[in-house]
């Protein structure tokens, strides 16, 4: 381990959580993370593993069976894992974000039922907003659950679901006529929950997974609501939050945000690594490539950018972890960390040269996943947006 992206500070125990979590990444996810990303197989024996050491409940509170631990904790290891593979992360990603939903802003009924059970990985989680013609624009969404007795029939199409079909629970945002004359008070969210598999049930239907540049492994799917009828008690919460949907999900996007730039960091600390020793095993004109200062930049150049984006991930997850809202430092970790992501994985993959194009090279794997921090939990364009916005209102000239 060197000397970037450490973070000052840890418990005895977030360390000793790291140090096993790193163990794992080295001895079962690298070694076998290429033959299982170009086989598009899902990693069933690591994700048992990750059971095994309690990593799907490493934020549910104890009290429901968790390691009751913190954001930053969890940021950390999802960064380690990434590391080893990103669609290894992707698993627990949205797993942990609808936990994050129930812990903070279920009823006791669904966090006595779900929490247990999703602190063990029995019951896994999804997590879905985008649809296929709105993207980023949450207000744009037309699935709508309309409201019939005391159930609510649900009809629509959701986009980019993580966890699609192995999902047992989707936390779901609908629009929902609460009678405001904000679009953000009509959207509520709903806890469908499921049988895992691709197919039809009860109206709710998960076609089969989609084809992917990278993230392979883990599947993505859409997710199609026809007449699919649940009861009002469904509604994360309870009846009584309809029309919370919109602040509750952006409550999760915001531990997404910090997810994401984890997920980036540990993308590139790998790429950094490969970088870093691969210019020390090729030679050109009589010594090894590192000894050039073309090279040699490129390295300073990246390892900066490692420690500039793991940084902000760390502040970003402390602030959530005070209890202050964090929306401006998650989308600056956000946006900052994955950009750098591309391209310090763009200047490693450069770096290899030929062989950087070559599937036999980690590399070539990394160059290919790093996009999808791009465009994940948000675009950059969208970071900025929300940046920009909190920036103009805590500066606003007066007068």
């Known amino acids: ?3 970037i992206a450490q973070t ?25 993370a290429g033959d299982l990303e170009r086989k598009d197989e899902y990693p069933e024996e690591i994700i048992n593993a990750m059971k095994d050491m309690g990593l799907f409940g490493i934020m549910i509170p104890e009290e429901y069976g968790g390691l009751g631990e913190s954001l930053l904790t969890y940021a950390l290891v999802v960064e380690e894992i990434a590391r080893g593979w990103m669609s290894v992360s992707g698993v627990i990603n ?3 974000i609808v936990a994050y939903l129930v812990a903070q802003h279920g009823s006791e009924e669904q966090k006595a039922r779900l929490l247990p059970k999703m602190a063990t990985g029995d019951v896994r989680g999804a997590f879905s907003m985008s649809e296929p013609g709105c993207g980023s624009d949450v207000a744009a969404i037309t699935t ?32 929902t006529d609460e009678g405001s004359d904000s679009v953000y008070k009509n959207m509520t969210t709903f806890l469908l929950e499921k049988e895992p598999g691709f197919g039809t049930s009860n109206g709710l239907s998960i076609p089969g997974k989609l084809e992917k540049l990278g993230y392979k492994g ?8 026809d007449g699919h009828r649940v009861p009002a008690s469904s509604i994360l919460g309870g009846a009584e939050k309809a029309g919370r949907g919109f602040y509750q999900m952006m409550d ?13 960091c540990g993308i590139m600390i790998r790429a950094f690594e490969l970088g870093i020793a691969y210019a020390q095993q090729r030679h050109t004109f009589g010594r090894q490539i590192a000894d050039h ?6 390295l300073a150049e990246m390892a900066t950018k490692v420690e500039a984006g793991h940084l902000m991930m760390v502040s970003a997850a402390r602030k959530k972890d005070s209890g202050q809202r964090n929306d401006v430092e998650a989308g ?18 450069r770096i290899h040269g030929g062989y950087g194009y070559s599937k036999e090279y980690e590399i070539e794997r990394l160059y290919r996943e790093a996009p999808f921090m791009l465009i994940g939990e948000g675009t950059s364009e969208v970071q900025k947006r929300i940046i920009s916005r909190a920036l103009l209102k805590d500066y606003r000239l007066n007068g």
């Open 332 to 349: 600056m970790a956000k946006y900052l960390a994955s950009e750098y992501c591309f391209e310090v994985t763009t200047e490693s993959f």
């Open 293 to 298: 200062q073309a090279i040699a930049f490129k």
């Open 252 to 264: 999760g996007v915001e531990v997404g945000r910090v997810n994401v730039a984890a997920r980036a």
């Open 218 to 225: 883990v599947e993505t799917t859409e997710m199609i609501l």
């Open 8 to 32: 000052d500070g840890l418990t005895d125990i977030q360390a000793d959580i790291l140090a096993a979590v790193r163990t794992f990444v080295d001895k079962e996810i690298l070694p076998n």
């Open 1 to 3: 381990m060197g000397r």
């Open 144 to 175: 709508r659950a309309t409201r019939d007795g005391d159930d609510y029939v649900i009809n629509g199409q959701k986009m980019w679901l993580t966890n699609g079909a192995r999902s047992s629970v989707v936390a779901t945002l609908v629009k």
């Open 94 to 96: 949205t797993h942990f």
